[in-house]
């Protein structure tokens, strides 16, 4: 399985951006998808998640409210629509997938598929 990750890049404090992460395979072989981030000097920490097709979503207490995740079925894609951006959310931005239907939705080990990355930087 590969995840291409898309959609950094730079944006000044209170603007938007949506990430996009294309899987190889066909959606209903995933039991979850989610996203992660990892600033600078910090441990990758849990960002948003979802289960296969948006049937339920998952969000960190630092972005709820301002970002949103989604899939389309027909793509393999999930996005992460990012809303009133602070310069906090500066990161590299990973998207992961699980077939395993074990294990929490917020913990890293229950993914077994990950993404390469894209930068997001929020200028002030």
């Known amino acids: 399985v590969q995840l291409q990750a898309s959609g950094g890049g730079l944006v000044q404090a209170g603007g938007s951006l949506r990430l996009s992460c294309v899987a190889s395979?066909?959606?209903?072989?995933?039991?979850?998808m989610a996203w992660f981030r990892q600033a600078p000097g910090k441990e990758r920490e849990f960002v948003s998640a979802?289960?296969?097709?948006?049937?339920?979503?998952y969000y960190a207490d630092s972005v709820k409210g301002r970002f949103t995740i989604s899939g389309d079925n027909a793509k393999n894609t999930v996005y992460l629509q990012m809303n009133s951006l602070k310069p906090d959310d500066t990161a590299v931005y990973y998207c992961?997938?699980?077939?395993?239907?074990?294990?929490?939705?917020?913990?890293?080990?229950?993914?077994?598929?990950w993404g390469q990355g894209t930068l997001v930087t929020v200028s002030s």
């Open positions: 979802t289960r296969r097709a948006g049937t339920t979503a």
């Open positions: 992961a997938f699980r077939k395993d239907y074990s294990g929490s939705a917020y913990e890293l080990r229950s993914y077994q598929y």
């Open positions: 395979e066909r959606f209903d072989a995933f039991y979850g």
